[in-house]
């Protein structure tokens, strides 16, 4: 079992960044892919990017591509999400997940089973 906590999230304006963290704790050794995930209010969590923990592989999600970069610090046990240009349409509560097993790739929220608790962000336009 892993345990994870975001951190990271805030109300920034349109243009801003952010930088998410999710900390991992726990059987660390058994993680393949971190991925991270978003849900709006009264939608669905929407795969955002992700990256194999071993070779840092990443994958994102067509609308955050060049701007958002996921990484990791396996010597810290902490994947990244590096959020710039920021917009509006990007306010959700962000999540960070693992898995044991799987590559660099879109995923869906159910192919996770560790989830971290969420991190709010809010973008004003």
């Known amino acids: 079992q892993v345990q994870l906590v975001e951190s990271g999230g805030g109300l920034v304006q349109a243009g801003g960044s952010l930088r998410l963290s999710c900390v991992v704790s726990g059987r660390t050794e058994s993680i393949a892919v971190m991925g991270w995930f978003r849900q709006a209010p009264g939608k669905e969590r929407d795969f955002v990017a992700v990256i194999t923990w071993s070779g840092g592989a990443t994958y994102y999600t067509e609308s955050v591509k060049g701007r958002f970069t996921v990484s990791r610090d396996s010597a810290k046990n902490t994947a990244y999400l590096q959020m710039n240009n920021l917009k509006p349409e990007d306010t959700a509560v962000y999540y960070c997940?693992?898995?044991?097993?799987?590559?660099?790739?879109?995923?869906?929220?159910?192919?996770?089973?560790?989830w971290g608790q969420g991190t709010q962000v809010t973008v004003s336009s």
């Open positions: 997940a693992a898995r044991r097993f799987g590559s660099s790739r879109a995923y869906t929220a159910n192919e996770f089973a560790s």
